[in-house]
Protein backbone atom coordinates (compact mmCIF):
# COMPACT_ATOMS: atom_id res chain seq x y z
CA UNK A 1 0.00 0.00 0.00
CA UNK A 2 2.58 2.39 0.83
CA UNK A 3 4.60 3.56 -2.09
CA UNK A 4 6.71 5.93 -0.91
CA UNK A 5 6.76 9.70 -0.98
CA UNK A 6 5.29 11.71 -4.36
CA UNK A 7 8.34 13.48 -5.96
CA UNK A 8 7.56 17.04 -7.48
CA UNK A 9 11.23 17.47 -8.43
CA UNK A 10 10.77 17.88 -12.35
CA UNK A 11 7.40 19.49 -12.23
CA UNK A 12 9.06 21.52 -9.98
CA UNK A 13 11.95 22.75 -11.86
CA UNK A 14 9.60 22.64 -14.98
CA UNK A 15 7.89 25.83 -13.37
CA UNK A 16 10.72 27.49 -11.85
CA UNK A 17 12.37 27.77 -15.53
CA UNK A 18 9.28 28.86 -17.41
CA UNK A 19 8.97 31.73 -14.20
CA UNK A 20 12.71 32.84 -14.91
CA UNK A 21 11.77 32.76 -18.84
CA UNK A 22 8.85 35.05 -18.33
CA UNK A 23 10.71 37.25 -15.34
CA UNK A 24 13.63 37.83 -18.01
CA UNK A 25 11.44 38.65 -21.04
CA UNK A 26 9.06 41.21 -18.79
CA UNK A 27 12.54 42.78 -17.81
CA UNK A 28 13.99 42.90 -21.19
CA UNK A 29 10.59 44.60 -22.29
CA UNK A 30 9.65 47.09 -18.77
CA UNK A 31 13.25 48.01 -17.43
CA UNK A 32 14.42 51.66 -17.43
CA UNK A 33 17.24 52.94 -18.49
CA UNK A 34 19.16 54.28 -15.91
CA UNK A 35 21.68 57.52 -16.30
CA UNK A 36 23.89 58.68 -13.74
CA UNK A 37 25.04 62.50 -14.40
CA UNK A 38 26.71 64.52 -12.24
CA UNK A 39 25.44 64.03 -8.57
CA UNK A 40 22.16 62.77 -9.80
CA UNK A 41 20.55 60.28 -11.79
CA UNK A 42 17.17 59.06 -13.02
CA UNK A 43 15.22 56.29 -15.10
CA UNK A 44 14.09 57.15 -17.98
CA UNK A 45 11.42 54.46 -20.00
CA UNK A 46 13.13 51.36 -21.34
CA UNK A 47 15.48 51.26 -24.31
CA UNK A 48 15.59 55.11 -24.58
CA UNK A 49 19.52 56.65 -25.32
CA UNK A 50 20.70 59.57 -23.44
CA UNK A 51 23.51 61.67 -25.25
CA UNK A 52 24.72 64.67 -24.27
CA UNK A 53 23.09 67.64 -25.70
CA UNK A 54 26.25 70.38 -26.27
CA UNK A 55 24.73 73.53 -24.80
CA UNK A 56 27.03 75.75 -24.21
CA UNK A 57 24.33 78.34 -22.11
CA UNK A 58 23.53 75.00 -20.07
CA UNK A 59 26.81 72.66 -19.30
CA UNK A 60 25.93 69.30 -18.81
CA UNK A 61 22.33 69.39 -20.04
CA UNK A 62 21.69 65.58 -21.50
CA UNK A 63 18.54 64.59 -23.84
CA UNK A 64 16.79 61.55 -24.16
CA UNK A 65 14.94 60.00 -26.38
CA UNK A 66 12.83 56.98 -27.64
CA UNK A 67 9.92 55.42 -27.87
CA UNK A 68 7.06 55.53 -25.80
CA UNK A 69 5.28 52.82 -23.99
CA UNK A 70 2.74 52.46 -26.71
CA UNK A 71 4.69 52.32 -29.72
CA UNK A 72 1.78 54.23 -31.79
CA UNK A 73 1.85 57.43 -29.69
CA UNK A 74 5.77 58.13 -31.25
CA UNK A 75 8.67 59.26 -30.46
CA UNK A 76 9.20 60.90 -26.33
CA UNK A 77 11.92 63.32 -25.39
CA UNK A 78 13.26 64.06 -22.24
CA UNK A 79 15.88 66.23 -20.82
CA UNK A 80 18.14 67.11 -17.37
CA UNK A 81 20.80 69.10 -16.11
CA UNK A 82 22.09 70.79 -13.03
CA UNK A 83 21.98 74.43 -11.82
CA UNK A 84 24.48 75.50 -9.36
CA UNK A 85 23.22 78.43 -6.86
CA UNK A 86 23.18 80.24 -3.84
CA UNK A 87 20.17 80.91 -1.95
CA UNK A 88 17.05 80.66 -4.09
CA UNK A 89 12.92 80.52 -4.17
CA UNK A 90 12.67 77.53 -5.74
CA UNK A 91 9.58 78.17 -8.77
CA UNK A 92 10.59 81.65 -9.90
CA UNK A 93 14.56 80.33 -10.25
CA UNK A 94 13.22 77.68 -12.15
CA UNK A 95 11.28 79.48 -14.22
CA UNK A 96 14.16 82.18 -14.57
CA UNK A 97 16.28 78.81 -15.65
CA UNK A 98 13.64 77.36 -18.58
CA UNK A 99 12.26 80.22 -20.23
CA UNK A 100 9.18 79.05 -20.03
CA UNK A 101 5.44 79.58 -18.36
CA UNK A 102 5.36 76.63 -15.61
CA UNK A 103 1.86 75.56 -15.57
CA UNK A 104 0.06 73.43 -12.39
CA UNK A 105 2.78 73.63 -10.56
CA UNK A 106 3.09 71.67 -7.26
CA UNK A 107 4.93 72.93 -4.64
CA UNK A 108 5.52 71.20 -1.31
CA UNK A 109 6.36 68.21 -3.08
CA UNK A 110 9.61 65.73 -2.12
CA UNK A 111 11.32 63.44 -4.19
CA UNK A 112 14.09 61.55 -2.71
CA UNK A 113 13.54 63.28 0.87
CA UNK A 114 14.32 66.13 -1.04
CA UNK A 115 12.29 70.02 -1.77
CA UNK A 116 10.63 69.35 -5.00
CA UNK A 117 8.48 71.45 -7.24
CA UNK A 118 6.27 69.30 -10.25
CA UNK A 119 5.15 71.71 -13.16
CA UNK A 120 4.28 71.32 -16.87
CA UNK A 121 5.53 73.51 -19.74
CA UNK A 122 4.91 73.50 -23.53
CA UNK A 123 6.67 74.37 -26.25
CA UNK A 124 4.02 75.77 -28.99
CA UNK A 125 6.47 75.67 -32.19
CA UNK A 126 7.12 72.32 -31.57
CA UNK A 127 3.92 70.77 -30.28
CA UNK A 128 5.31 68.40 -27.47
CA UNK A 129 4.18 68.81 -23.77
CA UNK A 130 6.88 68.33 -20.50
CA UNK A 131 6.35 67.10 -17.15
CA UNK A 132 8.93 68.37 -15.20
CA UNK A 133 10.69 68.08 -11.96
CA UNK A 134 12.66 70.24 -10.01
CA UNK A 135 14.62 68.79 -6.90
CA UNK A 136 16.62 71.27 -4.56
CA UNK A 137 19.77 69.77 -3.58
CA UNK A 138 21.97 71.73 -1.07
CA UNK A 139 24.22 73.34 -3.91
CA UNK A 140 22.14 72.83 -6.57
CA UNK A 141 18.65 72.35 -8.10
CA UNK A 142 18.81 69.15 -10.21
CA UNK A 143 15.91 69.77 -13.51
CA UNK A 144 14.13 66.98 -15.32
CA UNK A 145 11.85 67.28 -17.65
CA UNK A 146 9.67 63.90 -20.15
CA UNK A 147 7.18 65.00 -23.09
CA UNK A 148 5.42 63.81 -25.76
CA UNK A 149 3.49 65.56 -28.46
CA UNK A 150 0.27 67.03 -26.71
CA UNK A 151 -1.99 64.91 -28.32
CA UNK A 152 -1.19 61.99 -26.60
CA UNK A 153 0.58 63.33 -23.32
CA UNK A 154 -2.44 62.81 -20.99
CA UNK A 155 -1.76 58.71 -21.59
CA UNK A 156 1.57 59.12 -21.14
CA UNK A 157 1.17 61.19 -18.28
CA UNK A 158 1.31 58.09 -15.28
CA UNK A 159 4.20 56.86 -16.97
CA UNK A 160 5.91 60.13 -16.83
CA UNK A 161 5.38 60.90 -13.43
CA UNK A 162 6.84 57.82 -12.69
CA UNK A 163 9.86 59.30 -14.50
CA UNK A 164 10.22 62.10 -12.80
CA UNK A 165 9.98 60.73 -9.19
CA UNK A 166 13.03 58.08 -10.23
CA UNK A 167 15.28 61.52 -9.99
CA UNK A 168 17.69 60.45 -7.47
CA UNK A 169 20.53 63.36 -5.73
CA UNK A 170 23.68 63.59 -4.02
CA UNK A 171 26.89 65.40 -3.69
Known amino acids: MAEGPISFGKPLAILVILGCAGAGYWAYKNWPAHYEGAGWSVDWPNKWETSDANDSS ?25 NYHGAIHLPSFTEEKLGYALEKVETGTDIDNKTALIFEYEEPDKNFRFLCASVERVDAVVMVAIGCNKAYFEDNRAHFMKVIKSVKCSR
Open 58 to 82: RPGKVISHGNLKMEEHGPGVGWGWV
